[in-house]
């Protein structure tokens, strides 16, 4: 197994590491002080199965190398780990693994692995589209968003790539789970590749900026608000389940 702390004090990177060592002495970080150093190291193979990333390092951000990091490697589980609670929010933006407030503690570490357990044991839905003379199968979670493009569709992965169909918009829409929304005549945005929710429009991972009819902008946050809340559950319920 990869794992990585990414944390500009050397005196954290130690004392993480021996919390690590406390609930199993074989495993060993890869420690990196800085943002970029981390993101070249993440272009090794095989990718880290989980990083451990501290938010506040000076002159970087860490929600932004979260973002980076997924484009590189969108199977890397992601931990933030931070001195208060303020970017939770951005942690389920980003479909983090779990979110840590220093000190970090053994127990912390052994609920972070315990719930990457779980992610990996979660069946995952396949979507076999066709494309051009053939056909291509991608996972659900892979999709960031699907858009029209005149008579096509054209499906942008989390990692960048575009797969380009012929499929009508509203047939496609209906294979796809609830973590997808329709966000305007023309586009179908999975709400967990959302960076920023604002009242009249969205900002996804890469950038790309959507709009809002303006008489779907109460359902449109609603149905986010309510999806945020649904995982916020999920996750507090996983929590309670490993207490017991």
Known sequence: MRIALCDDSIKEQKQFTEVLHGWDPTRQPECFSSGAALLEAARRIPSFDIVFLDIYM???????????????????????????????????????LHYLVKPVTTEGVIEAFRRLSQHRLRPRTMLTLTSGR?????????????????????????????????????????????????????????????????????????????????????????????????????QTESGREAEK
């Not at 979260?66 to 933006?93: C, G, N, R, Y």
């Not at 380009?164 to 590749?193: C, H, Q």
């Open 58 to 96: 000076p002159g970087e951000n860490g929600v932004e190398i979260a973002q980076e990091l997924k484009k590189l490697s969108p199977e890397t589980a992601i931990v933030f780990v931070t001195t208060s609670q303020e970017h939770a929010v951005d942690a389920f933006s980003l479909h983090a």
């Open 134 to 234: 053939g056909s291509c199968s991608v996972y659900l979670d892979e999709i960031g968003y699907v858009r029209s493009d005149r008579h096509a569709k054209e499906i942008v992965l989390t990692d960048g790539r575009i797969l380009k169909i012929w499929t009508p918009l509203e047939e496609l829409g209906a294979k796809l789970d609830s973590s997808f929304l329709r966000v305007n005549r023309s586009t179908i945005v999975n709400m967990n590749y959302i960076e920023q929710m604002g009242t009249d429009t969205c900002v996804l991972r890469d950038g790309t900026k959507m709009e809002f009819p303006r008489r779907e902008r109460g359902r449109i946050r609603a149905a986010y608000d309510e999806h945020i809340f649904s995982r916020l559950s999920e």
